[in-house]
C-alpha cells in the first residue's frame, strides 16, 4: 500500500489526466445512456441499489480476471492479455454503458490494492480506456434494439473501435507516457518488439504487429464468450436488479 502511495505521489500529472479520462468517460456513457433511456420513455434510474450491487459483485470479479493476465508470443512484456472485460460487458448489455464504465474503474481501483502497478499506472490506464472503448460503443449499440443481431453488430462494433483507437492510443500517448514514466527509452521498447517480431521497427509498426492483434484477440473472445452465457444470465440481472 505504502509502495502504492508513494508511485502516485511521483506521477501526480498522469494520475490527474487519468481522472480527467475516467469523469469523461462517464459522462460519455451517462449522456447517451440518458438519451435512449429519453427517447423510450423509461423512467427508471441509470443507477438503482440492485444495479450498484451487481455492479460491486461483477467489479471484483473483472479485478480477478484483471489480475489473472498473461504475457502473448507477439507483443513485449508489458502488453499482456485478460478478459476482465467480460463481467463488465454483459453488465452493460444489461444495464448500459454507465455499469460497465463503472466496472471498468472499480477493478482498476480493486487491481491496485492488492497488485500495485508494475507499468507506473500506464497499463492501468491503457486498461480502463481502451477497455471503455470497446464496452461504450457496444452497449450503445445494444441499448438502441435488444436483440441477438443487435449484440453481434455492437460487440462487433466495439471490437473494431477497441483495436483502432487502442492502437492510435498506445502509438501517440500511452507509449510515450511509458517510456517517460518507466525510464525506458523509445528505443529500447522498440528494440524489445524488434526481437520479437522483426518487422516491429518503430511505434508504428509496434502497435500494428502487437497493439492491434491483441485488442483484437481480446476483443473477440469476450464477445464470444458474451454471447454465449448472455441469454442465461440476464434473467438472473434483471431480477437481482429489482430486488
Excluded: W
Excluded at 479520462?21 to 445512456?33: D, G, N, S
Excluded at 454507465?98 to 502497478?117: P, R, S, W
Aim: aromatic letters at 12%.
Amino acid at each position: 500500500m505504502n509502495g502504492l502511495v508513494k508511485s502516485v505521489q511521483e506521477n501526480v500529472v498522469f494520475f490527474l489526466e487519468f481522472a480527467g479520462i475516467v469523469v469523461l468517460m462517464t459522462a460519455i456513457a451517462y449522456a447517451a445512456e440518458k438519451y435512449i433511456r429519453k427517447k423510450e420513455g423509461v423512467t427508471e434510474r441509470i443507477l438503482t441499489t440492485g444495479k450498484i450491487t451487481i455492479i460491486g459483485m461483477f467489479s471484483a470479479i473483472a479485478a480477478i480476471l484483471h489480475m489473472l493476465d498473461f504475457p502473448v508470443p507477439f507483443a513485449p512484456f508489458f502488453y499482456k492479455l485478460d478478459f476482465s472485460e467480460l463481467p463488465a460487458l454483459i453488465a452493460a448489455f444489461a444495464f448500459g454503458p454507465v455499469a460497465g464504465v463503472m466496472i471498468e474503474f472499480c477493478k482498476i481501483l480493486i487491481k491496485l490494492l492488492f497488485k500495485n502497478t508494475s507499468t507506473a499506472f500506464v497499463g492501468d490506464m491503457a486498461n480502463f480506456v481502451i477497455g471503455c472503448s470497446f464496452l461504450v460503443p457496444a452497449s450503445i449499440t445494444y441499448l438502441f434494439r435488444k436483440s441477438k443481431k443487435t449484440a453481434v453488430i455492437g460487440c462487433v462494433i466495439g471490437t473494431l473501435c477497441m483495436t483502432v483507437f487502442g492502437s492510435a492510443f498506445n502509438a501517440v500517448y500511452l507509449i510515450p507516457a511509458f517510456s517517460k514514466l518507466y525510464g525506458m527509452p523509445l528505443e529500447e521498447i522498440i528494440g524489445i518488439g524488434t526481437k520479437i517480431n522483426p518487422a516491429i521497427n518503430n511505434t508504428t509498426t509496434l502497435v500494428m504487429y502487437a497493439v492491434a492483434p491483441l485488442n483484437l484477440l481480446k476483443g473477440s473472445v469476450v464477445s464470444l464468450v458474451t454471447m454465449l452465457v448472455y441469454k442465461k444470465l440476464s434473467p438472473v440481472l434483471k431480477k437481482t436488479n429489482r430486488i
